[in-house]
């Protein structure tokens, strides 16, 4: 059990099967397909976390590397003998398993950094927009609605161009391309609670602006902003694979999927599909368990959906 507030009934009860986070669990149980894709999700996550440790190879230490074991196909025995290159190795020498590891690691860390981050700074401003009102509120939003009206990768490959290559530049780049996405679902939200009684109570109690705007609107808000961070992770990841494959995106010293798959193309009309095929099913899994993830999401916290 767990007892709320609303605004209009004052306090009251909600039994635990009946709070979000236990729907959540209850239907993801009923779901085959919502337990697999959190699965899924939960054993990549593991991998990117944990690839130094598990990976054969560093592929990106170039002690570790021999030009003689280049373009080698699947189940190829190293020439040292040392290991088996299971799903091949590139034009380099590079393990493309133990790649696939590391590029993991950095699509999952820029996706997951930069949703957050545009996460944090789109919903403040969308709160505050709503709750100021007049001038203020449409300043904002028109600043929202000229950042929606361009196409995030064209906005994205502008910045890139002019920043450079880099970790840093590419989650930079992605945050401003996604903010406004957060900020006019967090203004939509806040219009409707901003006009309620505890909303007004808190005004004129003498509350501060901040306090009211992260203590009380922020919390009734959260809901559908963790469903656009869900889907925004995904679609930051898809982004930077995009910008890495047309070489605005990462360094060769720090490669993420869409590199990978970019260093492999060449080759795939020469028989060695494997430098890109793997890498682009690896980034074809994410993407979709973590959308699977995000739709779950969505229906626990729709109530017109769980009706």
Request: glycine share 8%; with cysteine.
């Amino acid at each position: 059990m767990s007892t709320v507030y609303e605004p209009e009934t004052g306090p009251v009860i909600i039994a635990a099967a009946d709070q979000p986070w236990k729907r959540f669990a209850r239907d993801f149980r009923k779901s085959t397909i919502a337990m697999t894709a959190l699965a899924i999700l939960a054993v990549i996550v593991l991998i990117a976390v944990f690839s130094p440790l598990i990976a054969p190879q560093n592929p990106y230490d170039l002690m570790q590397l021999d030009i003689m074991d280049g373009l080698m196909p699947p189940g190829t025995l190293s020439t040292s003998g040392g290991y088996t290159y299971l799903l091949g190795s590139d034009d380099q020498g590079r393990d493309m398993l133990s790649g696939i590891m590391y590029g993991l690691r950095i699509s999952l860390m820029i996706g997951v950094v930069s949703a957050l981050v545009a996460a944090l700074v789109g919903a403040s401003l969308g709160l505050f927009a709503a709750y100021a009102g007049g001038r203020t509120e449409s300043a904002i939003m028109r600043i929202v609605d000229l950042q929606l009206s361009f196409p995030s990768i064209l906005v994205a490959l502008m910045l890139l161009a002019f920043l450079g290559k880099g970790v840093g530049n590419v989650v930079l780049a992605l945050i401003i391309v996604e903010w406004a996405t957060y900020a006019r679902t967090a203004r939509g939200t806040a219009l409707v609670e901003s006009r309620r009684e505890y909303i007004e109570a808190a005004s004129c109690l003498g509350v501060p602006v901040y306090r009211i705007i992260f203590r009380h609107l922020l919390p009734n808000c959260l809901p559908p902003l963790i469903v656009i961070a869900t889907v925004q992770i995904a679609r930051a990841i898809a982004l930077e694979a995009t910008l890495s494959f047309l070489g605005l995106g990462v360094p060769v010293t720090e490669p993420s999927l869409g590199l990978l798959i970019s260093n492999g193309y060449q080759y795939m009309l020469s028989g060695q599909y494997w430098m890109s095929f793997y890498p682009g099913i690896a980034l074809l899994i994410t993407i979709v368990a973590i959308n699977l993830v995000g739709d779950q999401l969505r229906d626990v916290f729709n109530p017109k959906g769980r009706a």
